[in-house]
């Protein structure tokens, strides 16, 4: 189980990097991407060995891709719009809109 | 269980996830790390096979991989010329973001072994998970969970037309 958890949390900071330090804005979105499957594999793990009632981490995991897939339409979206009006979609030229 | 006796498969699929993430987040061409996010989406459908959650391995991989990488892979051909991207892709973030993550890295695996050896090895359960997963899920999904279900239906039909009226052109 332990290494279960630590595989998650590994794949989490690699994730937490992605989000901070990528200029292009489809890369953020990739990297959180990779921090909800590391919140999935912890809910399945959960679910596995200390589950309390059978099968609710399971259920959660599915509800979190389905708002995942959601995130990533919106978020696409955005991003092809962003390109529209600048050409670009480095988050240099997003910190635009701030103000 | 230990960490030692998890089996070579786990061994494998975690190699290949921790390879391919670490991919996705460092390498220059932005295409490049959409390939090796599908690698990692991948081996993270085998991990849910490992735990025993076929149902959600297959909906990993028609959904993330069938679904968000395309759509991602679109979004990055729409967007950029592909030849050109030798620039670096990381900000000036990137020593400090580093340091942040092996910090987060290091404190949270200290906790999580403390945890586990003072609380979660003793509610360790040895049964096995019932075999008829898909069916449980199913009952659910109609019963205990419809609730969920149908807000996510319309969460899932908000985010398609927020994303058509976003992505339209002005003047059509």
Redesign the interface.
Same mark, same amino acid.
């Not at chain 2, 670096?88 to 900000?91: A, E, G, I, L, V």
């Given at each position: 189980m332990l290494a279960y958890l630590v595989l998650a949390l590994v794949l989490f900071s690699i994730g937490l990097f992605g989000v901070l330090t990528r200029r292009n804005t489809i890369g953020i979105l990739m990297s959180l991407e990779l921090m909800f499957n590391a919140v999935n594999i912890n809910f399945v793990v959960f679910n596995k060995f200390v589950a309390t009632s059978a099968l609710v981490g399971q259920m959660f995991a599915i509800f979190i891709v389905v708002v995942a897939a959601a995130e990533a339409v919106a978020g696409l979206a955005i991003v092809l719009l962003l390109y529209r009006n600048w050409q670009g979609i480095d988050t240099d030229n997003d910190s635009v809109m701030k103000w | 269980?230990?960490?030692g006796d998890?089996g070579i498969v786990?061994w494998i699929l975690?190699v290949a996830?921790?390879v391919s993430?670490?991919m996705?987040?460092s390498l220059r061409n932005?295409f490049h790390?959409?390939l090796a996010?599908i690698l990692?989406?991948f081996a +993270?459908a085998g991990?849910?096979i490992l735990?025993?959650?076929e149902?959600?391995a297959a909906?990993?991989v028609l959904?993330?991989v069938g679904? +968000?990488a395309i759509?991602?892979i679109?979004?990055?051909m729409?967007?950029?010329n592909l030849a050109a991207k030798k620039i670096?892709?990381?900000?000036e973030?990137?020593l400090?973001?580093?340091l942040?993550?092996?910090f987060?890295?290091l404190v949270?695996?200290v906790l999580?072994?403390k945890t586990?050896e003072g609380i979660?090895s003793h509610?360790?359960?040895a049964r096995p998970?019932?075999s008829d997963?898909i069916l449980?899920?199913g009952k659910?999904?109609m019963t205990q969970?419809a609730l969920?279900f149908e807000v996510?239906s319309i969460?899932?039909l908000?985010?398609?037309i927020?994303?058509?009226v976003?992505?339209r052109k002005e003047n059509a």
């Open positions: - | 269980m230990a960490v998890v786990f975690s996830i921790i993430a670490c996705v987040v932005i790390c959409a996010l990692c989406l +993270v991990i849910f735990l025993g959650a149902f959600l909906a990993q959904i993330y679904a +968000v759509l991602m679109f979004a990055i729409l967007t950029s670096t892709q990381t900000n973030n990137a400090v973001g580093l942040v993550c092996v987060f890295t949270g695996w999580l072994k586990y979660w509610l360790e359960l998970l019932p997963n449980t899920l659910y999904l969970y969920p996510v969460l899932l908000a985010a398609m927020g994303a058509i976003l992505a």
